[in-house]
């Protein structure tokens, strides 16, 4: 990606993409943990029963202290050694995430992308691994793979991509009209934030992904007029469109009727 001198020895969006928009960039990185103490502080002050984690697992401290207040601990994890990294942090489930889920994938290492391994196969290799609750999560899209992951040693599954055309999915129509197109694939990128996320593969993600690096949050601040404008005009080819592998499942109904169908 170019943006003119912007972000000089890393990504930027092209100023044409910019343009089209009449949308403003970054001049410079912006890094930032995205008020990271103060959600924990809100946290602690107004306890909730449960709390998930990805894109890394907390620090002592932090997880100490969510314990002592109540909140059960959940830690997404991509592998064996995310989920004993996740045992000996003192989390109380895993949220155990395949490679074919849609959005940016939990992974603890985001410079390498995850081995595209089965759900199945995962969820039987972290049961045997470790003694706490699993939540299996990823590219889950008929009850036929639910029964699967729960065969396999899972304790839960999670959905996420099939309700995303739900009566009650807030959904951009650029989202919606992404989904609804059957011929497009999901690839793993990184082109939207710099860091690995399952996506519908559009014009942006093409032109972009290859030349794209780690660097998040700095490319997901950069990109981010880029999409707000994308969305709020309806095109699908210049905003992220986060996705499963089964993606062509997903259907507008009530959630509640999609989830009596997955059961």
């Known amino acids: 990606m170019?943006?003119?001198?912007?972000?000089?020895?890393?990504?930027?969006?092209?100023?044409?993409?910019?343009?089209?928009?009449?949308?403003?960039?970054?001049?410079?990185?912006?890094?930032?943990?995205?008020?990271?103490?103060?959600?924990?502080?809100?946290?602690?002050?107004?306890?909730?029963?449960?709390?998930?984690?990805?894109?890394?697992?907390?620090?002592a401290a932090s997880l100490a202290a969510l314990r002592d207040v109540g909140?059960?601990?959940?830690?997404?994890?991509?592998?064996?050694?995310?989920?004993g990294a996740a045992v000996d942090a003192g989390v109380e489930a895993v949220a155990v995430q395949a490679a074919g889920a849609g959005g940016h994938s939990g992974t603890l290492?985001?410079?390498?992308?995850?081995?595209?391994?089965?759900?199945?196969a995962l969820v039987s290799e972290i049961r045997a691994a470790v003694a706490l609750p699993i939540l299996a999560a990823g590219g889950l899209a008929s009850a036929e793979d639910v029964a699967a992951v729960l065969a396999a040693g899972a304790d839960a599954a999670v959905v996420g991509t099939v309700l995303l055309l739900a009566d009650e999915s807030g959904a951009s129509a650029a989202h919606r009209a992404g989904l609804l197109d059957h011929s497009r694939e999901t690839a793993v990128m990184r082109a939207w934030t710099g860091r690995p996320a399952r996506g519908l593969r559009n014009a942006f993600s093409d032109a972009y992904d290859a030349v794209a690096p780690t660097g998040y949050p700095a490319v997901h601040h950069l990109t981010r007029p880029l999409r707000r404008a994308a969305a709020s005009a309806a095109d699908p080819e210049r905003v992220n469109l986060?996705?499963?592998?089964?993606?062509r499942a997903a259907r507008q109904a009530p959630v509640s009727e999609i989830l009596r169908g997955l059961a």
């Open 242 to 247: 986060w996705a499963g592998t089964g993606f």
């Open 109 to 120: 290492t985001p410079d390498r992308v995850p081995p595209d391994r089965p759900l199945t």
């Open 71 to 83: 909140t059960l601990l959940v830690q997404t994890v991509t592998s064996v050694e995310e989920a």
């Open 2 to 59: 170019e943006v003119g001198n912007r972000f000089e020895g890393g990504v930027a969006v092209g100023s044409a993409e910019a343009d089209r928009y009449a949308v403003g960039l970054p001049d410079d990185p912006i890094e930032d943990d995205d008020a990271w103490r103060d959600k924990i502080d809100v946290l602690l002050e107004h306890p909730v029963p449960v709390v998930s984690f990805t894109f890394g697992i907390p620090d």
